[in-house]
């Protein structure tokens, strides 16, 4: 079966700084999209970025990008010079042949 | 473009009753998913469809069923509501290709359910 691990409940990152979610995945299916989601506090889901299974190259859009690692089964999002607007939840999710899984979320909190 | 509408945003029932949810996705958007999500449970898939027909399907109990239109609209219905029904409940529509399943889902802000 699908899983997703996001290891981090919580994290805090101060304005314009880099940081890392982490999201490990395990899946027996040869072909699988990996995605991040940012839900703010008004519920709404807010699609940032996939990566393909078969892609070489690590997707970015914009300040996000996604460290993809393959052979270790890990996807971490990165986002670059964080802004107060980046301070929600963020879902990793992949979506296999059956269905779309997603991990328990991580916190993100962005410092002034 | 105007993006995937849910109705209503808020609703509130007792044990017992039954529900019916809509969805309305993306003009040309012909995939339809359906998420349950709680602060215990986190975000669980419940169903997709395509083309009017479920492709698959959460581990829920058949309380929990749904349907799809032929312009692609949805709906989902949960019957004999339980106190553990109240979730916010996300709707998703995807762009589905020749490439593939792999395209990314935009979702609806959701129908908050209270079961009293």
């Known amino acids: 079966a699908q899983k997703i691990t996001q290891t981090q409940p919580g994290m805090f990152v101060q304005e314009k700084e880099a940081v890392t979610l982490d999201c490990t995945y395990d899946?027996?299916?040869?072909?699988?999209?990996l995605f991040w989601y940012k839900q703010p506090s008004s519920g709404e889901m807010i699609f940032l970025i996939y990566?393909?299974?078969?892609?070489?190259q690590n997707a970015t859009e914009g300040r996000y990008s996604l460290n993809f690692q393959k052979a270790r089964k890990s996807a971490n999002l990165v986002i670059s010079a964080s802004q107060l607007g980046d301070s929600a939840m963020y879902f990793c999710?992949?979506?296999?042949?059956?269905?779309?899984?997603f991990g328990a979320g991580t916190r993100l909190t962005v410092k002034p | 473009k105007a993006g995937v509408t849910q109705t209503p945003r808020y609703l509130i029932k007792t044990r017992g009753q039954q529900v019916t949810l809509s969805c309305s996705p993306i003009?040309?958007?012909?995939?339809v998913s359906w998420y349950q999500q709680t602060p215990g449970q986190g975000l669980q898939f419940l169903f997709e469809?395509?083309?009017?027909?479920?492709?698959n399907k959460g581990n829920f109990p058949g309380r929990f069923s749904g349907r799809q239109f032929s312009n692609s609209r949805s709906e989902m219905n949960v019957s004999t509501l339980e106190l553990g029904d109240s979730a916010l409940y996300l709707c998703?529509?995807?762009?589905?290709?020749?490439?593939?399943?792999?395209?990314?889902?935009?979702f609806g802000p959701g129908t908050r359910l209270t079961v009293l």
């Open positions: 469809y395509f083309s009017e027909t479920q492709r």
């Open positions: 003009s040309g958007h012909r995939s």
């Open positions: 899946t027996s299916d040869q072909s699988y999209g």
């Open positions: 990566q393909g299974s078969y892609d070489e």
């Open positions: 999710a992949m979506r296999g042949d059956n269905d779309m899984r």
């Open positions: 998703a529509s995807s762009l589905v290709t020749s490439g593939g399943l792999y395209n990314e889902q935009f």
